[in-house]
């Protein structure tokens, strides 16, 4: 039986390895990583440094991505600006994923009643306006950071929950786990052994999936001036004082809307390519 | 199917209820009330215009007296536009916001499908991958992005469109709703593309065409509903995040629609306005969940959640 | 495929390249104007904003008009006044000719009850304190007495009014002008509702009647209001605009666009990055009018640190306010150092405050914290909005630099700050304040003791002594004195740290004539006209 599950992993990143589109992604999506991990270390300027005399100039040697209005360096704001969009993708996502995960296992693995119960209140929260009450709580209780985390992430899970209820459901009927119903193992084992290795991967596919979304949706509040706050800017607050200014100084949009964009592109290459090697019919 | 129309209507009501209390505690825990303005008001003033709203009450009678009224479908008056009744405010918006909405989902759909049919049946061709990297490009940029750049060029630069309004000039519909639709012309054509791909796979596929039924009525025929289901299932939640991004496009075009006096009345402390479109909003979600689901299990009865 | 994307496009172009609404309101005499946000409503006595003030200065006309051009008021419903000896009582002579909108006459009677609705407490006005100047009518409004001929206004005859006031304020002519002294058509108010009634609905289009230029055509919410000539206008020969269409437009670039393809003939406001482009461009729509208004930084003086004016002259004494117009604002704004804006009706405060960081640096440390050191973190609170951002950033910076102390911003939203100021949560907020009318006194009044608009603990028997003199004071010359007097401490004591004088700035389409720079921003349609 751990036989089954090893070669499932290595096939998939077989075929991973196999989708240059994905491994691209993949390796563009670690640098933008590193790149805002390190950004203390390698941004040139001051992220929040005004040279209020200088304003804004185009690209050239001191401002390799030119400055904005107040004078501040635009490469450093966009380093600084991807910890900011990366970290509010990931762990908000990653709330979506602990709530979501548990509530979709524990409503599959259950069924009956339980299953029911759990999945007609995911029905009812579905029927909520969300992004009412998101921008309701960000108007009402604004600056915090994490409240940002939470009420993003208290959207995403719904969906997360449904996925994974769904692959539970699916695998507990399958033949291996009948099996070793039928062998005696117990219930937890079952899981721990069968169940979860099978649904890892829907979770990883699913969770890079959501990390855009959750950009999107911060970078939609900060465009109502809801998001995230200065000092900090995201991608988001870039890209909405980009717009503001596009014609006078375009690099002020360019530079930031091409990289939210592109690192968009790629989770969402990278995503599909996952989902293409841990569950090839989707595609071919 | 009535089965299932009763079900959703009675999730519904106490979904409703739970949405307008939930509403109703929230926005009145929120510091800053809706009188409150640069020039300050003096305290007997205050006391008189808390008194007109009734916000002397106490919460409790406040909530009760609320709901009441509201399951009547009185709203109540907007407190910062004296004169004027919520419902009435959101009569005036709604409309324009559906049509809003509804145009941008048939610009969306009707690109999205035929994207989404066409790089599925020319599959691994230049034909599939431009059109959905071009689809990415739309999943991938934001509608503040977009927006103002397809002002810039076809309303300012070339001239083509008016910059802004709705029902003032001709062709002022068009941006926003190709503005509001883009993202979701792309998740349809993925969708539609992913569906077809598994129907084009099946069994009563190889033997339509074994039988030597024309591609194309292969394809618009037969296929096409694997391509549509994915589709319809997607059309609700779609609806509700169209409601959702038409503030943003509603701000950049000055659209008078239910998603800008939202915003503004969340901002404004309107308290009754806030509440009124966020019950509205919550049973138009529903509504149109329901639909989709009605659709979906018409076209594709062995799919019941 | 290729085909029918060809033939939509060109349907489009054909589609878009109409006639441009500035094009044909040049021939159809229709004005198109930004007006920023939904104005609240149209009730002279329940309104507060501008947009408001737009609309109403073109459906409604009070005992005087502003003049175009700034200075003394003009006649508008009174034809002329007398003043009494003592300077406490006017008589007011209507215009035989003015009417209502449905042809009734206005009368003298008609202000009477009208100011008895605007200090009707239960209406809730936010405005009565216009009229606190008159006898009694503050007691009237604070409930102190119940029978409002008490009051000093009484309609002497149908066209004849008189109004008594608490003390000979000269200024008296100038704040008539706001529209909260308008008259209300009595019987209109009343088939809709009762004199108290906030909700009524008299102000709907086909039932709203008033006594300007324009009558209301129809109003459709978030999208358009249109008004048209009233052909009962008393001065209705003058009146050379057919229509006004005024747009809720509140997002500045949309704005900017919508003007620049000739949708607007006038914007509500310049986007704050296009206005240094415009000025350097020379752009010749672009209008930058000066403005009665302060920009400034309000100190919280009961805070233990803030109590002491040493270091509020410190903190004031270190900002560098050429830079902030120069390069922050960077829109015409005028750097100020007094709280009254200099020019006011006449008025020169001849007050100062260098920009001297090593004098602010001495007093910090003769108030107890040389360099800065043991000085708590000081908060700057404003409402979210780019412009005050940018600011608090500039001023953040200064302080950091030139005192050594630690700055934090804190931004919230606009409700959220107004309620945070009033209840005196803050250190230092950021304000601004609009007089409601062309003299010295709509400012200085705010920084007295006990006035609800103060909020920073201030309370200075000194000033206020001076201000209560300067009231009764019949001589503009003389008053102007004791006012400087009065500035004089403020500036000295700085519970509010003056920043620039604001300015109107917009743009304004160059087919628009007899448009001209007013520092009420009050423009009225008699005077505009559309020639290419």
New interface residues.
Partial sequence: MEQQSQSLWSDAFDRLKKNKLAVISGIVLIVLIILAIFAPWIAPHSYSYQNLELGAVGPNSTYLLGTDTLGRDQFSRILYGARVSLLVGFVATAVALVIGVSWGIVAGFFGGKIDSTMMRIVDILYGLPFIIFIILLMVIFGRNIWLLFLAIGAVEWLTMARIVRGQVLTLKNQEFVLAAQAMGVQNLAIFFRHILPNILGTIAVYATLTIPQVMLLEAFLSFLGLGVQPPMSSWGTLIRYGVESMEEYPWMLIFPGLIFTITLFCLNFFGDGLRDAIDPRSSD | MLQLIIKRLL??I??LI??AS??FF??R??????????????P??LK??N??YNLNATLYEQYTDYMTNALVGDFG?SF?????SVSE?IL??LPVTLELAFYAIIFASILGLLAGIVAAVKKNTALDYIPMAIA??G???????LG??L??VF??NL?????????????DK?LPAITLGAAYAAYIARLSR?GM??TLNQDYIRTARAKGLSEFKVVMVHAIRGGLIPVLAFLG?AI?GL???S??VE????I?GLG?????A????DYTM?LG??IF??AL??FF?LLSDIAVAIFNPQART | MKYFSLCVALFLISCGKSISPVDSGLENKIFHFGNGSEPQGLDPHIVTGVPEHHLITALCEGLVIANPKGGPNLPGVAQNWSISEDGRVYTFNLNPQAKWSNGDDVTAQDFVWSWMRILTPSLGSQYPDMLYYIKNAAAYHMEEISNFSEVGVKAIDKKTLEVTLEQPYSFFIKLLSHYSTYAVHKDTVLAHGTIDDRNGEWTRPGNFVCNGPMQLKSWELNKKIVVEKNPFYWDIDKVQLNEMHFYPVSNESTEDRMFRAGQLHVTNVVPQEKCPVYLRENNPYLRIDPYVGTYFYRINTLNPVLKDKRVRKALSMSINRKQIVENVSQCGQKAAYSFTPPGISGYEPDTAIPFSPEEAKALLGEAGFPNGEGFPKLEILFNTQEGHRKIALAVQQMWQQYLGIQVELVNTDWKVYLSREMIGDFQISRAGWIGDYEDPNTFLDLMRPNRGNNKTGWDNYEYDALIELANSQQDEVKRYEILNKAEKILIDEMPVIPIYTYVRQYQLSSDVQGWDPNPTDTHHPKFVSLER
Avoid: H
Avoid at chain 2, 139 to 145: H, Y
Avoid at chain 2, 260 to 264: D, H, I, K, L, N
Avoid at chain 2, 266 to 269: D, L, T, Y
């Fill in positions: 999730v519904a106490p979904v739970i949405v939930l509403t929230l926005v825990l929120a510091p800053g009330g809706p009188f409150d303005s640069e020039k300050a008001v003096s007997q003033v008189n215009l008194e007109a008056p910062r536009y004296p004169g004027r405010m005036t918006g990415m490009l999943i991938c940029m934001p509608t503040f992005l103002p750049l002002v810039l309303g300012i001239e083509w469109m008016p910059v802004s309004g709705w029902d003032s000039l001709p062709g068009v992913g791909l598994e939640p509700a409601i959702g991004g503030f943003v701000t950049i075009f000055q008078p800008r006096f939202y915003v503004e969340a901002f404004n402390r806030i479109t966020t909003f919550s979600i529903i969940n």
